[in-house]
Structure formats: C-alpha cells, structure tokens
Nanobody, 120 residues
Framework: VQLVESGGGLVPPGGSLRLSCVGSGFIFDDYAIGWFRQVPGKEREEISCYGGGRSGSPSHAEAVKGRFALSRENTENTVWLYMNKLKPEDTAVYYC?????????????WGRGTQVTVSS
C-alpha cells in the first residue's frame, strides 16, 4: 500500500499550488481521501476530504473553504488539492491519507508529505 504526495513548493502570498495524491495497493475507489497539514509544534489538522464510494463528494474545513478545491479521478487513483489565495499561515507539510470516512479518526494509509511554503 502506498500514497504519494507531490506538487509542494515555495509560492508567494496570493499564489496557487496543486498537490497530487496517488494511491496504490488498495481499492482506491472505496476510500475517502483526506488532506491534512501539520506545522512543527502543532497538531495535524484535516483540511479537506473527498469521500469514497459512489456518493463521495468534497468537503473542506473552514480555514480553507472558498480557497481550496478538490478533484478526484478514480481511474488514475488520484486526488488533487487545488490551493488558491495562499496565505503565510498555510505553510505546512501536507499529507494525504486514505480512510473509511471523511473527518473521522480512522485513516488507514498515509503518505510521507510534501512541504508547502508561502512566503515572499
């Protein structure tokens, strides 16, 4: 089982990035794919999630609602996180994870993360 994030980097405030999460080794379609971020010294927080199964849909935490968006393509085992209007406080390591449901405690598989830095 593997989840691999990519697309992180350095971007100025107000800029945009697209992160990718590619899964393998499990039935990708069945799983919710969540995006989390963590800053050193702070708890990891779930910011966005795309539900699994036929009725899966995207949802976002208040901190990123209106700025971040998700898309999912199960034929490619991929979920993309589109981050717009980035702020310095969005700087963090971003992780994707696969679980049975969004916004719950049980995410079974995790990627290693990709660094996003928002700075001028």
């Amino acid at each position: 089982v593997q989840l691999v994030e990519s697309g992180g980097g350095l971007v100025p405030p107000g800029g945009s990035l697209r992160l990718s999460c590619v899964g393998s080794g499990f039935i990708f379609d069945d799983y919710a794919i969540g995006w989390f971020r963590q800053v050193p010294g702070k708890e990891r927080e779930e910011i966005s999630c795309y539900g699994g199964g036929r009725s899966g849909s995207p949802s976002h935490a208040e901190a990123v609602k209106g700025r971040f968006a998700l898309s999912r393509e199960n034929t490619e085992n991929t979920v993309w996180l589109y981050m717009n209007k980035l702020k310095p406080e969005d700087t963090a390591v971003y992780y994707c994870a696969a679980g049975r449901s969004c916004w719950g405690p049980e995410f079974d598989y995790w990627g290693r993360g990709t660094q996003v830095t928002v700075s001028s």
